[in-house]
């Protein structure tokens, strides 16, 4: 146990004796998150990637209600109706079903250059929805309101009253006839903002059919973004989780450096003639990385919280957040030993930093990862430990989970990164200590 303690202390001195890798472990993180903050910082259309002409599954709640009215009125409004040629019928089974229908034959709206885009999956209630969303089973829901149908008369009463001159409805009551149409989602699933923004296209197409040219949509019917946890988020904010994955990869410069140097200059050797046993190598090593990674982790999340003034959603955010940085030693390490185990120190410095792009990707949050089920609520990406490091900073961050909501992929990562440390223990082994 001395020995261990020894070890440690010695490579913490050669960490923070080191400015290069203070540098990269502590500096170059603070500015690439206040970089990001500047740059998405910003309310925006959260655009992270282009239309990638996939087929969207989306849920659906309706609660629309069909508008009465005598056999003389649908009489005359049916003859604009059949004018406009779209499909369904909406005076009998209300404008509601019939939009769902057009976006479930969305080739019917959209130019006959476009493909089908979209798959319907109906809800009867809020909880069942937000659970798809959250499960990424789906890529959003959209409520249809009760008055749905209303608002789309109003729209169609107006354009009859404008270009014949003559109301089929009374004006006062189908005029302007506001509602909104809601979109929930997880805000920090990209899908989203694709199929949302394809949804709301795909609504002004449908809409633009109604009423004549020069009238807003809006001021018949607008779109209320929300997410599932009733919070609105910035670019920055959703980018968030995956930003603390880059740097909780980069803090593994600092191991992967010293370990890179010792083979180098033969400390090792010099420790195995003096009895140092791999347990107290490993042990050391390990303090040693959970020391800098925590400190890391500390001023990343002063510096969002009190610099960037990020949304705390729970009093104790900070601490969960520390929680899963303390699991994701057990991962950083076994890619710092291999590595140190097949570079020199210089490049052992640098490459967890330059790899550690790539790795941030696998999280989800900056691009769209396929929802592949395994059992129960595992995913084929959950055999990746940063996957699952992303997954529980999501839940902690954008979607204010309890710790019960995250010991799934807690544990996941926990089984994921010990793999990764036993093969990258083996590597170093087999390659640097014998």
């Known amino acids: 146990?001395?020995?261990?303690?020894?070890?440690?202390a010695k490579c913490l001195k050669q960490t923070f004796r080191s400015m290069e890798?203070?540098?990269?472990?502590?500096?170059?993180?603070?500015?690439?998150?206040?970089?990001?903050?500047?740059?998405?910082?910003?309310?925006?259309?959260?655009?992270?990637?282009?239309?990638?002409?996939?087929?969207?599954?989306?849920?659906?709640?309706?609660?629309?209600?069909?508008?009465?009215?005598?056999?003389e009125i649908k009489e005359q409004i049916q003859?604009?109706?059949?004018?406009?040629?779209l499909f369904g019928d909406p005076l009998n089974g209300g404008f509601g079903n019939e939009f769902i229908d057009n976006i479930n034959h969305s080739d019917r709206l959209l130019p006959s250059t476009e493909q089908h885009r979209f798959e319907i999956i109906q809800f009867s209630t809020l909880e069942k929805a937000s659970e798809a969303v959250q499960s990424r089973f789906i890529s959003l829901c959209f409520i249809l309101p009760n008055d749905f149908s209303k608002a789309l008369l109003s729209g169609l009463n107006h354009r009859i009253n404008v270009s014949e001159n003559h109301a089929i409805l009374n004006m006062s009551e189908y005029y302007y006839t506001e509602t909104n149409v809601e979109l929930i989602g997880d805000y920090s699933y990209a899908r989203f903002s694709e199929a949302s923004m394809l949804l709301e296209g795909m609504l002004q197409l449908y809409l633009d059919h109604y009423w004549i040219s020069g009238i807003p949509s809006n001021k018949i019917l607008d779109i209320e973004h929300e997410s599932i946890t009733a919070l609105s988020f910035t670019e920055f904010e959703i980018f968030a989780p995956a930003l603390l994955v880059f740097v909780l990869i980069s803090s593994s410069t600092g191991i992967a450096g010293i370990v890179g140097y010792e083979r180098e200059r033969g400390t090792i050797d010099r420790l195995k003639l003096g009895n140092f046993h791999v347990r107290s190598f490993f042990s050391g090593l390990s303090l040693t990385q959970l020391v800098t990674t925590l400190s890391t982790m500390?001023?990343?999340?002063?510096?969002?919280?009190f610099l960037l003034n990020f949304p705390v959603q729970g009093e104790f955010q900070g601490i969960f957040i520390l929680v899963v940085s303390f699991f994701a030693v057990l991962p950083l390490l076994g890619i710092s030993l291999a590595i140190a185990a097949s570079t020199d120190g210089q490049m052992a410095t640098y490459l967890p930093s330059i790899i550690a792009i790539p790795l941030t990707f696998l999280t989800g949050n900056f691009i769209p990862l396929p929802h592949i089920k395994l059992i129960g609520d595992i995913q084929l990406w959950h055999l990746n430990p940063f996957f699952c490091i992303g997954e529980a900073l999501r839940k902690i961050m954008i979607l204010n989970s309890e710790p019960k909501g995250f010991i799934l992929d807690i544990a996941l990562l926990i089984t994921s990164g010990s793999l990764i440390?036993?093969?990258?223990g083996i590597i170093f082994i087999k390659k640097a200590y014998k």
Not at 1 to 8: E, I, K
Not at 421 to 424: D, K, L, N, S
Request: hydrophobic share 60%.
């Open 421 to 424: 440390f036993v093969i990258g």
């Open 79 to 85: 003859l604009v109706i059949n004018e406009i040629g």
């Open 1 to 8: 146990m001395n020995l261990t303690l020894v070890y440690t």
């Open 21 to 71: 890798r203070v540098g990269v472990i502590f500096i170059i993180p603070i500015i690439f998150i206040v970089g990001m903050a500047l740059l998405y910082g910003d309310e925006s259309s959260f655009v992270i990637v282009g239309d990638s002409g996939d087929i969207y599954t989306l849920g659906v709640i309706n609660m629309d209600q069909v508008v009465p009215l005598n056999s």
């Open 298 to 305: 500390t001023i990343v999340i002063m510096a969002l919280f």
